[in-house]
């Protein structure tokens, strides 16, 4: 477990950052401080364990019972277990009866310049020997600057490797800011971000030290307070702030802390956070155990750490200047009358992101938040939110995100929800109002259900063209015709890289063909239409593996496979299949089981030029067709006592050309 104990931590948040690492969970709420503890003990009871506190303070709010109640639920661990204690000051490390001090040193002179020149050059390939001496000349006197501290090297390098002009290495060397070691560095680096860029990072000190930041979550608040600025109206300002971003991770002012759950989370190192807090002054400010009365009356984004009835009655409601209002998992839960009042008192609001309890129904003044952007409300999951007709007026709405698995509603009285013009994000199970395809800048929309009812056909797929990620299409029982299911166009999604058809009633269906299809997969679900006959693929180049089939298939046509291997696919389940057709196939064998197929009849095999062999096929086959593949394949098949002409000899009719 490695565990980063900031300055004014909170004992709760800390165990259970320990639990979810010791558990392997994700995600865990649980509010009661002593039932947490008895939970991580549970997790650590007979195990072993190496546990790092990172960066431990004394002082500041940090006691010795602070530091007790972490440590206690680890007494129930095996002998043997391990504690690494990281701290800035030594009087920290005795509080926690701390035996072995290690004082680090600075890096080897030698090894701090390697370290710097590798930034400096990463990625640049510099044929001509001089320039290269050249450059390591200057880097020398650059890193002799830097007092050795690889944060400083990180971020003056990745300046120096972004503007490799030889000049600007030269006024680099000759800056008077650089000789203040790691504070100067920092400065210097942060004063060669462009404008906008700066603005992005300062933004950060909002959040809590070593924060777990998302990269998709922090462009898309950038890009609702408005900082991200095109250079001219062709490029996507998502685009432009995803390279906001490598720029700051290519200078080090942001860094990638974990990779978790498949999903990458990134920190900002304390110094840096402490210099985008003296640069931002009170425009930004964390609120964070008994600091409720502390944020400035003048402060824009607001980051509420931990959340208590004084600080919503006495101080929220008096931030007039307030932009930003965001709540961690750990704060406590607004009730519905409480964020209705801050939603009628604070109007300059551009990014709201709080949690609700016994949600039901977002208030109606809601509406009343003209210039919002970004709106993100959670609570328990599996829910039913109904949006008051007043939802219709955010205009300028581009993200809206509620708990997992829930429902949106629109109320009677709401049926303009297509005004939202300006959304891209909108994540919930289901959706429950008209004509979602006039939200043509829509990105993403896990769900939608088609309907009989108008505002919902497939059409409203139609010019959605900007969807991406996943898509899961329902009720296609609703879908009359081939025509109509053109109209959703999804050959022009071509950001979609998970896409499930859901027919829950077309049992009926007997044949189904699909081709030229941009899928990963075929929809998983297809062992459930009980009455498919005959099913082709053709020219569907991502797929490269078969799910289960229905039971009563009997013809299987594939075209254009571009998986080589077969052995993987279970064919034997396909106990009426009768006719197996394969063309232009990259596969270098026949399935393995194919012999299980007992009453298959006939098996074509047409321009597979990898086949060089046969498997053992079943004693049902009656005609084989072998064309246009490998010569000396086909050639062995008709060569009496080989292995290959052994396999088919059964096989009263034959094609081999």
Same mark, same amino acid.
């Given at each position: 477990?490695?565990?980063?104990?900031?300055?004014?931590?909170?004992?709760?948040?800390?165990?259970?950052?320990?639990?979810?690492?010791?558990?392997?969970?994700?995600?865990?709420?649980?509010?009661?401080?002593?039932?947490?503890?008895?939970?991580?003990?549970?997790?650590?009871?007979?195990?072993?364990?190496?546990?790092?506190?990172?960066?431990?303070?004394?002082?500041?709010?940090?006691?010795?019972?602070?530091?007790?109640?972490?440590?206690?639920?680890?007494?129930?661990?095996?002998?043997?277990?391990?504690?690494?204690?990281?701290?800035?000051?030594?009087?920290?490390?005795?509080?926690?009866?701390?035996?072995?001090?290690?004082?680090?040193?600075?890096?080897?002179?030698?090894?701090?310049?390697?370290?710097?020149?590798?930034?400096?050059?990463?990625?640049?390939?510099?044929?001509?020997?001089?320039?290269?001496?050249?450059?390591?000349?200057?880097?020398?006197?650059?890193?002799?600057?830097?007092?050795?501290?690889?944060?400083?090297?990180?971020?003056?390098?990745?300046?120096?490797?972004?503007?490799?002009?030889?000049?600007?290495?030269?006024?680099?060397?000759?800056?008077?800011?650089?000789?203040?070691?790691?504070?100067?560095?920092?400065?210097?680096?942060?004063?060669?971000?462009?404008?906008?860029?700066?603005?992005?990072?300062?933004?950060?000190?909002?959040?809590?030290?070593?924060?777990?930041?998302?990269?998709?979550?922090?462009?898309?608040?950038?890009?609702?307070?408005?900082?991200?600025?095109?250079?001219?109206?062709?490029?996507?300002?998502?685009?432009?702030?995803?390279?906001?971003?490598?720029?700051?991770?290519?200078?080090?002012?942001?860094?990638?802390?974990?990779?978790?759950?498949?999903?990458?989370?990134?920190?900002?190192?304390?110094?840096?956070?402490?210099?985008?807090?003296?640069?931002?002054?009170?425009?930004? %400010?964390?609120?964070?155990?008994?600091?409720?009365?502390?944020?400035?009356?003048?402060?824009? *984004?607001? %980051?509420?750490?931990?959340?208590?009835?004084?600080?919503?009655?006495? *101080?929220?409601?008096?931030?007039?200047?307030?932009?930003?209002?965001?709540?961690?998992?750990?704060?406590?839960?607004?009730?519905?009358?409480? %964020?209705?009042?801050?939603?009628?008192?604070?109007?300059?609001?551009?990014?709201?992101?709080?949690?609700?309890?016994?949600?039901?129904?977002?208030?109606? =003044?809601?509406?009343?938040?003209?210039?919002?952007?970004?709106?993100?409300?959670?609570?328990?999951?599996?829910?039913?939110?109904?949006?008051?007709?007043?939802?219709?007026?955010?205009?300028?709405?581009?993200?809206?995100?509620?708990?997992?698995?829930?429902? #949106?509603?629109?109320?009677?009285?709401?049926?303009?929800?297509?005004?939202?013009?300006?959304?891209?994000?909108? =994540?919930?199970?289901? #959706?429950?109002?008209?004509?979602?395809?006039?939200?043509?800048?829509?990105?993403?929309?896990?769900? %939608?259900?088609?309907?009989?009812?108008?505002?919902?056909?497939?059409?409203?797929?139609? *010019?959605?063209?900007?969807?991406?990620?996943?898509?899961?299409?329902?009720?296609?029982?609703?879908?009359?015709?081939?025509?109509?299911?053109?109209?959703?166009?999804?050959?022009?999604?071509?950001?979609?890289?998970?896409?499930?058809?859901?027919?829950?009633?077309?049992?009926?269906?007997?044949?189904?063909?699909?081709?030229?299809?941009?899928?990963?997969?075929?929809?998983?679900?297809?062992?459930?239409?009980?009455?498919?006959?005959?099913?082709?693929?053709?020219?569907?180049?991502?797929?490269?593996?078969?799910?289960?089939?229905?039971?009563?298939?009997?013809?299987?046509?594939?075209?254009? &496979?571009?998986?080589?291997?077969?052995?993987?696919?279970?064919?034997?389940?396909?106990?009426?299949?009768?006719?197996?057709?394969?063309?232009?196939?990259?596969?270098?064998?026949?399935?393995?089981?194919?012999?299980?197929?007992? #009453?298959?009849?006939?098996?074509?095999?047409?321009?597979?030029?990898?086949?060089?062999?046969?498997?053992?096929?079943?004693?049902?086959?009656?005609?084989?067709?072998?064309?246009?593949?490998? *010569?000396?394949?086909?050639?062995?098949?008709?060569?009496?006592?080989?292995?290959? &002409?052994?396999?088919?000899?059964?096989?009263?009719?034959?094609?081999?050309?």
């Amino acid at each position: 477990m490695w565990i980063h104990v900031s300055q004014n931590f909170s004992v709760h948040t800390v165990l259970t950052e320990m639990l979810e690492q010791a558990s392997d969970k994700e995600k865990v709420e649980i509010s009661n401080l002593d039932k947490l503890q008895r939970k991580l003990e549970d997790e650590l009871r007979g195990k072993r364990f190496f546990l790092v506190l990172d960066d431990v303070w004394q002082g500041g709010g940090t006691s010795r019972q602070q530091m007790n109640n972490l440590l206690c639920p680890m007494r129930a661990a095996m002998q043997g277990s391990k504690i690494l204690v990281t701290t800035r000051n030594e009087h920290a490390a005795r509080a926690l009866s701390a035996q072995n001090l290690v004082a680090i040193s600075d890096l080897d002179e030698k090894l701090f310049l390697s370290m710097f020149m590798h930034y400096a050059l990463d990625g640049v390939e510099i044929t001509d020997q001089a320039l290269l001496r050249k450059y390591w000349l200057i880097g020398g006197k650059i890193a002799g600057k830097l007092g050795r501290s690889p944060l400083a090297a990180s971020t003056v390098a990745g300046q120096l490797n972004i503007r490799l002009e030889i000049d600007f290495w030269i006024s680099t060397m000759k800056s008077d800011l650089l000789n203040n070691e790691t504070v100067g560095a920092l400065w210097w680096s942060y004063r060669q971000l462009q404008e906008p860029i700066k603005q992005c990072f300062t933004y950060c000190s909002m959040f809590p030290r070593r924060y777990a930041l998302q990269r998709d979550e922090l462009v898309h608040l950038w890009v609702a307070e408005g900082f991200v600025k095109p250079a001219n109206g062709v490029e996507d300002v998502e685009d432009v702030g995803n390279g906001y971003f490598r720029v700051l991770l290519s200078t080090s002012f942001i860094q990638l802390k974990v990779q978790s759950s498949g999903k990458d989370y990134f920190t900002i190192h304390d110094l840096l956070h402490d210099l985008a807090g003296r640069i931002t002054g009170s425009d930004c %400010f964390t609120v964070e155990k008994d600091m409720a009365d502390q944020s400035p009356r003048g402060v824009r *984004h607001l %980051f509420i750490d931990a959340y208590y009835d004084r600080v919503f009655t006495e *101080h929220i409601l008096t931030l007039g200047n307030l932009r930003t209002l965001m709540m961690s998992s750990s704060a406590r839960k607004m009730t519905i009358e409480e %964020f209705e009042r801050v939603l009628k008192s604070l109007k300059k609001l551009r990014v709201v992101h709080v949690r609700l309890e016994c949600m039901k129904m977002i208030p109606a =003044s809601i509406g009343q938040l003209k210039h919002i952007r970004y709106l993100g409300v959670f609570g328990s999951p599996f829910i039913n939110i109904t949006l008051p007709p007043t939802f219709s007026m955010l205009y300028h709405l581009q993200k809206f995100s509620v708990p997992f698995g829930t429902s #949106l509603n629109c109320s009677s009285g709401n049926k303009e929800m297509a005004n939202l013009v300006n959304l891209r994000y909108m =994540s919930c199970y289901s #959706l429950n109002f008209p004509n979602i395809g006039r939200l043509t800048w829509l990105r993403s929309m896990n769900f %939608f259900t088609v309907r009989k009812i108008r505002g919902y056909e497939i059409e409203q797929l139609k *010019h959605l063209d900007n969807l991406r990620d996943n898509l899961r299409i329902q009720g296609l029982q609703n879908v009359n015709s081939k025509e109509e299911a053109g109209q959703a166009k999804l050959a022009n999604k071509v950001y979609i890289t998970d896409l499930v058809l859901d027919w829950e009633d077309l049992v009926c269906l007997s044949k189904l063909e699909m081709s030229h299809c941009s899928w990963k997969s075929l929809p998983e679900n297809m062992e459930g239409l009980i009455f498919l006959e005959e099913l082709v693929i053709s020219d569907c180049k991502n797929i490269f593996s078969l799910p289960s089939l229905p039971l009563s298939l009997k013809r299987l046509r594939l075209e254009d &496979w571009n998986g080589s291997d077969a052995s993987s696919w279970n064919c034997e389940p396909l106990v009426n299949l009768r006719c197996l057709e394969i063309l232009r196939c990259k596969w270098n064998c026949l399935p393995e089981n194919i012999h299980c197929l007992t #009453l298959l009849e006939e098996l074509s095999i047409k321009q597979c030029k990898n086949i060089l062999q046969l498997r053992r096929l079943p004693r049902s086959l009656k005609k084989l067709s072998i064309t246009f593949c490998d *010569h000396t394949f086909m050639q062995s098949c008709c060569t009496v006592g080989h292995p290959n &002409w052994q396999v088919i000899e059964h096989v009263l009719e034959k094609f081999i050309n």
